[in-house]
């Protein structure tokens, strides 16, 4: 009994993702969790008393001069260029006495843990592999003064009418934006942030607009498409059209000095599988968390399929991608509330359908049903991947101790 205690406890300590102190020296990864790394890129710290005069190793390399004594007293710094698969880092004192820590690396266009990959698949046509990887692009938005739309930003001939913004911490700046737009998990991300285009963000000292908060935006509906999306910002996206005069909740954050997120594959109506969506966020996050700087907390919003999409990640991996949810036109999940419709009488289903053409809307045919049926090629092949991603979803937390 008392070895089957001792091996729990090691299988529980490796699962959060921090190093048990060994010599009085503990290494943590703070982007993600140490099983949990993409991209070949990890932000890890290490603490110890003398920290500075441990050396450092990744595989068989030095790489002590890559961690520096930060404000805390850890030393931390960059894990880069690591093999898919296992790697290790240590560090120890001149004595040989140390800690190490295994990292597991995954590839930028996954998966992490959510199983074998869903073919065919079509990526975007800038796409540089198989894999839809495609280098980031950058690009600037404003928000004027008398709109609450944001609107293209030229650094060469900046317009005169944009609007200033002061954050939750009282940082006054001009209302711009940049936004990045990449491709991980074989879909697309954008993260957007204020930023002063004649100031430099670094990883270690960002601009002092940012409050190191994240908010990250869904969208409606329910679909399972075969091709690269797009990320969703709208608060209603995929459920009503645009509302004149409306902010949009993404803009009042970014007002107030958070960053916005958001995924292409945590759209229920582009990609239902929960699984998936926490994935795609992680991913999202760990790449924030290494170019922009450490987060102090996470909120999630969206509206009908956004809603889904919050709290069933939010149920099946608790605190591992939200600190907080704002759900609005609120749905638990896609299965019990497509049970629930098909049960309405008929008449409730053609009424459905009249509103929906008055309004000149597409009728979801999720949210419908399509009767009791045998399941199509499409949906055996959603079920089976589902039953195989259940098999390969990681236990424990899913965010760094």
């Known amino acids: 009994m008392r070895i089957r ?48 005069k441990l050396t450092v190793r990744l595989n068989h390399r030095n790489v002590s001069r890559r961690f520096k004594k930060r404000a805390d007293g850890r030393r931390i710094g960059f894990a ?17 006495r140390g800690a190490r820590l295994v990292i597991r690396n995954h590839p930028n266009g996954g998966p992490v843990f959510s199983g074998p990959q869903l073919q065919p698949w079509e990526c975007q046509e800038k796409a540089v592999d198989k894999q839809c990887n495609q280098p980031p692009e950058y690009t600037y938005l404003y928000k004027p003064e008398d709109d609450e739309e944001l609107q293209p930003y030229d650094r060469d001939n900046p317009p005169d009418d944009v609007a200033m913004t002061t954050t939750d911490d009282g940082v006054e700046v001009p209302f711009i934006v940049r936004q990045e737009l990449g491709y991980q998990d074989r879909d697309q991300y954008k993260i957007l942030t204020l930023f002063q285009p004649d100031k430099r963000w670094r990883r270690w000292t960002p601009q002092e607009q940012w409050n190191h908060k994240l908010l990250i935006t869904h969208g409606g509906g329910c679909g399972g ?16 059209p645009p509302t004149p005069g409306y902010t949009q ?18 759209n229920n109506g582009h990609n239902c599988n929960l699984v998936l969506q926490a994935e795609s966020m992680l991913m999202m996050k760990e790449r924030l968390i290494e170019r922009y700087g450490d987060l102090r907390y996470t909120i999630g919003t969206g509206c009908s399929g956004g809603s889904i999409t ?16 704002v759900v609005t036109c609120a749905y638990p999940d896609s299965l019990s509330t497509r049970r629930a419709v098909r049960r309405l009488p ?14 000149r809307r597409r009728v979801d045919t999720v949210a419908v049903g399509r009767g009791r049926g045998p399941a199509g090629p499409g949906e055996r092949d959603r079920r089976r991947r589902a039953v195989l991603q259940r098999r390969d979803e990681p236990r424990g937390r899913l965010r760094p101790a």
């Open 5 to 52: 205690g001792l091996c729990g406890l090691a299988l529980v300590a490796a699962l959060i993702g921090a190093a048990p102190a060994s010599a009085g020296i503990k290494i943590d990864v703070l982007s993600s969790r140490a099983d949990l790394v993409s991209g070949g890129n990890a932000v890890v710290a290490i603490t110890a008393k003398r920290v500075s």
């Open 310 to 325: 919050q709290q069933q990640v939010a149920n099946a991996y608790p605190g591992g991608v939200y600190d907080g949810l």
């Open 80 to 96: 880069r260029h690591l093999r898919k698969g296992r790697n290790v880092i240590r560090a120890f004192r001149k004595n040989g």
């Open 225 to 240: 498409d075969y091709e690269t999306g797009g990320a969703r910002l709208d608060d209603y996206s995929g459920t009503i």
């Open 346 to 359: 008929p008449a409730a289903h053609l009424l459905r359908g009249l509103v929906a053409l008055g309004s």
């Open 249 to 266: 909740s993404y803009v009042t954050a970014l007002g107030r000095g958070f960053a916005v997120g958001s995924t292409a594959l945590n």
